[in-house]
């Protein structure tokens, strides 16, 4: 969707539909987003063999579309668990890769937390009227499904930088999203690369990573720590925001995802 030159989006969850990344906030105003569903997930197929399903193995399925698009390089967006995803594809494709933006990227694949300073994180936010029984939430430990939707569903405002409208609406529409296969495949049998931090630090495509200020898996201090492993890196901390910052603050996401791609 939109118009401009191409952005390749890869979606996070592990195993959620492209369709939560929606417009990002506005970015398709000037970039046509190729909206990517991992397979087993929203209208792409089910694979034959689940082990595709695998982190790694989806980057062989960015590549098929990247020559699929015809595209000698391509700019790369990836959210959340897909950013484990679009690092793997850097390192294994650094010369079809132009630019990189990874939001609230998930750190597993490289082997580092994701949950630095997190309490710092959610004592920011202790005026919420919310606060209490999200964090309770937040640490208990289901005992049936019913419970573990109950407590996703009261965990939900520390996502988001406001849990205004916009915020309730996208959390609503998350369950239908899932598909269960894909998300429990994501890193069934995956070991990190040790190799991998010093392939990044010899990237030469520049790469945005952008951060929620109140985001608590990665939280901004986590990311930080990711971009201390590459050689060109920009690294933005959008204030008041979390996990999905094109929802909290549209403008101020697209303005600092639009400033980088354009170089």
Request: glycine residues 10%.
């Amino acid at each position: 969707m939109g118009s401009g030159p191409p952005l390749v989006c890869v979606p996070g969850g592990p195993g959620q539909a492209v369709e939560y990344l929606g417009e990002l906030g506005g970015l398709s105003g000037s970039r046509t987003l190729i909206l990517l569903d991992n397979r087993g997930t929203g209208a792409s197929g089910v694979p034959v063999d689940p082990a595709t399903y695998r982190v790694d193995r989806l980057v062989d399925d960015v590549e098929a579309l990247r020559r699929h698009l015809g595209l000698d390089r391509i700019d790369l967006f990836g959210h959340s668990a897909s950013g484990g995803t679009c690092l793997l594809y850097a390192a294994r494709h650094p010369r079809r890769l132009h630019r990189l933006v990874l939001v609230a990227p998930s750190l597993r694949v490289v082997g580092l937390p994701s949950d630095l300073e997190v309490d710092r994180v959610l004592a920011r936010r202790a005026h919420e009227p919310w606060h209490a029984a999200a964090v309770a939430a937040l640490h208990a430990e289901p005992t049936s499904p019913q419970e573990s939707e109950q407590y996703r569903r009261q965990a939900a405002p520390l996502l988001y930088g406001r849990w205004d409208q916009a915020a309730q609406a996208q959390a609503e529409a998350e369950p239908a999203q899932f598909a269960p296969a894909a998300t429990e495949g994501f890193y069934e049998g995956f070991q990190p690369d040790p190799t991998l931090p010093a392939r990044l630090a010899d990237l030469t495509a520049p790469t945005l990573l952008l951060a929620g200020e109140y985001d608590i898996w990665p939280t901004a201090a986590a990311v930080r720590r990711l971009a201390a492993l590459f050689g060109t890196v920009e690294l933005v901390t959008q204030p008041e925001s979390g996990h999905f910052p094109w929802v909290d603050d549209p403008a101020a996401f697209v303005a600092s995802v639009e400033s980088f791609l354009a170089g």
